[in-house]
């Protein structure tokens, strides 16, 4: 007897985007442990996925094409392909018959929902990897795949208890099923860094509620007072170009080095002596928990979701109150001058990241699925 298939869907599943970091590494850990599973992309940037898979996955692409294309144009352009890919969708459900469908970060859901009219066994998780207050505000698509997904899915998956308080207080009695899941470390560091060497680091897609833009005005502030520290931005996206054009106008090419997304990420944190994170919102953040697994003392706005439930300020980090640049100046000078304090940071850092190792989370994702196929 063939074992129940688990399917994840995709908006685009070939982006180095951190939400298909995370559940690459939770699919990766169920596939080892004798699940059957699928990755559906709705579209494809590229032509294979940024994060691998293990080669016992099956992968479908739905629609071969960016998905960059639709960023900055209203829904009615980006739904310009919903009817092909919804009629796509539904055939592949067909063939392949899995058991659970895993929403990822939701938007799929504005497709799945339509295109499973009809077939039955399926059940819905929408995994959200947003903060509620800025995901249901952000777009009308954003808008309309949750209230979809809470109103036909089975249930939600969410990343923090915050959140969960949130999806109550807004749905009410209409989510039927919830469950809090965090994200997982995906890597495993024996030592700690040396943080000894003049860099801090960032790491994410180059769109809106990141914030780069904040993040080279405090790091402007920084070089004025110690110009021998250079900030590492690495990542890709349909801002950077602009973000590169901030940093020539400031004149800061010395000073800011943007890199690309890169599998070969490892070395940029084991170089690395402090993490900065100057995002608008987040839902987990996995760069926070890698750079903490190295050893990395952080500096993040406290922004809503996120970095709050990651960081214990002044202990393994710096949480900063949202939009006081001045404050996240001074932290970040008071790591490069105080080297005791860094490192004394960096080892609880590691210490306290314990509690989002896998094998603290991927249990709970076995715990939820066998739940779910046991109803």
């Not at 599998?263 to 928990?289: D, K, Q």
Request: charged share 25%.
């Amino acid at each position: 007897m063939s074992k129940p298939l688990l399917t994840f869907l995709f908006i685009d599943a070939t982006i180095a985007g951190g939400a298909e970091r995370t559940t690459f590494n939770i699919i990766n850990h169920l596939s080892r442990k004798g699940y059957s599973i699928a990755v559906i992309s709705l579209f494809a940037s590229n032509q294979k996925t940024f994060f691998p898979l293990d080669k016992e996955i099956q992968f479908y692409s739905i629609n071969n094409k960016p998905t960059s294309k639709y960023i900055f144009f209203p829904i009615e352009k980006y739904l310009i392909d919903y009817f092909p890919v919804i009629i796509g969708l539904r055939r592949l459900l067909k063939k392949i018959k899995p058991v659970i469908v895993f929403s990822v970060a939701i938007n799929p859901s504005i497709y799945y929902e339509a295109a499973s009219i009809g077939l039955s066994g399926i059940k819905e998780v929408v995994c959200e990897h947003g903060d509620l207050d800025n995901t249901i505000n952000h777009d009308r698509l954003s808008k309309w795949a949750r209230v979809l997904g809470v109103k036909f899915g089975h249930s939600v998956l969410l990343l923090t208890e915050e959140n969960r308080c949130k999806y109550n207080a807004y749905f009410k009695s209409k989510i039927k099923r919830s469950w809090v899941i965090p994200n997982a470390i995906p890597i495993k560091v024996d030592e700690c860094n040396a943080l000894d060497q003049p860099i801090a680091i960032a790491i994410g897609r180059f769109v809106p509620e990141k914030g780069f833009e904040r993040m080279v005005d405090i790091w402007f502030s920084v070089v004025q007072v110690k110009p021998t520290w250079k900030l590492k931005i690495i990542g890709d996206g349909p801002l950077k170009e602009s973000i590169m054009q901030i940093v020539r106008f400031k004149q800061l090419e010395d000073y800011i080095i943007i890199e690309p997304a890169t599998l070969e990420i490892e070395s940029y944190y084991r170089n690395a002596s402090i993490f900065i994170m100057t995002s608008h919102f987040e839902g987990l953040p996995m760069v926070l928990l890698e750079a903490m697994e190295h050893g990395i003392p952080i500096v993040a706005f406290d922004c809503p979701s996120g970095p709050r439930q990651i960081i214990k300020d002044n202990e393994d980090g710096f949480l900063i109150t949202n939009n006081d640049n001045e404050q996240f100046v001074a932290k970040i000078i008071k790591l490069v001058e105080d080297d005791t304090l860094r490192k004394q940071m960096g080892k609880k850092a590691k210490n306290n990241i314990q509690r989002f190792s896998t094998t603290q989370i991927v249990p709970l994702w076995e715990n939820m699925i066998n739940s779910i196929l046991n109803e």
